[in-house]
């Protein structure tokens, strides 16, 4: 079956760093663009940052721009969110998606084909 496993979230103070992998399996990233989103409690789901099928494009919500970078390996089937200098304001729960859609609704979750369970991410003294 279709499957997204993140991992590499955790605990980690203001100002550090995480780096968040997302393994594919039973399907090819390559077919697909691939982003990611997180959830604050009492807050809706937002897009965090998304990728292009070609590595070409690359898109960033303007809260963490400067600071994370998204990438892929699609001979890994991977894809990952390299965070620095995270702020108490990043802690989320942090999803990987895989999915096809026009560039104006990649921060729209539901227009994904595929979701990841999430992994933990807090920023706290």
């Known amino acids: 079956q279709e499957q997204l496993v993140e991992s590499g979230g955790g605990l980690v103070q203001p100002g550090g760093s995480l780096r968040l992998s997302c393994a594919a399996s039973?399907?090819?990233?390559?077919?697909?663009?691939l982003a990611w989103f997180r959830q604050a409690p009492g807050k809706a789901r937002e897009g965090v940052s998304c990728i292009s099928r070609d590595d070409e494009i690359t898109i960033y919500a303007d809260s963490v721009k400067g600071r994370f970078t998204i990438s892929r390996d699609d001979a890994k089937n991977t894809v990952y969110l390299q965070m620095n200098s995270l702020e108490p304001e990043d802690t989320a729960v942090y999803y990987c998606v895989a999915g096809g859609f026009y560039a104006s609704t990649w921060d729209i979750w539901e227009v994904y084909d595929y979701w990841g369970q999430g992994t933990q991410v807090t920023v706290s003294s």
């Open positions: 039973g399907f090819t990233i390559g077919y697909y663009t």
